[in-house]
């Protein structure tokens, strides 16, 4: 990946995971980056599960994108096993770049490496540019997703 570094996340990375995290119109609604106690208490549980890897993209010694990758055995495909991509941000100054390519390639190179047939990610319906970028690296929208907030 040339000059890209893709790690796994640490403590000291969190202020700017979240800063990423809060820069767009949906993220400045729900993310709070002043206060990391949250990020922290939950990057402590996605630590202790080895079914997730949620890393960052290092440019030049600054994090400029990240994503988290969930892998989920299951019984349905005749057992096969899926990876669920979330939270992928990429810095503003690197949009563009290609840098989020070589993050889901990444993301689609470890999937494989961890055994899994599928992998399955969702994007708000509002991130039409996300879309349009999912489609160019192969994903379709075969399904429509559903949340309820607890």
């Known amino acids: 990946m040339g000059d890209l570094e893709i790690r796994r996340v640490a403590a000291d990375d ?12 949906l993220g400045a609604q729900r993310e709070s980056p002043d206060d990391h106690a949250p990020y922290l208490t939950a990057l402590e549980r996605i630590d202790a599960d080895p079914n997730q890897r949620l890393v960052v993209a290092i440019r030049e010694g600054r994090i400029v994108g990240t994503l988290q990758l969930t892998v989920i055995p299951g019984l349905s495909r005749r057992g096969a096993t899926r990876s669920i991509i979330e939270g992928v941000r990429i810095h503003a100054d690197e ?14 190179d470890e999937s494989r490496r961890q055994g899994c047939q599928l992998v399955q990610l969702t994007s708000d319906n509002t991130r039409t540019d996300a879309h349009r970028f999912y489609e160019r690296l192969g994903f379709t929208a075969s399904h429509t997703g559903f949340k309820l907030p607890l």
């Open 14 to 25: 969190i202020p700017a995971i979240v800063g990423m995290l809060a820069d767009d119109p």
């Open 95 to 108: 949009r563009g770049s290609g840098l989020g390519s070589q993050l889901i390639a990444w993301a689609i």
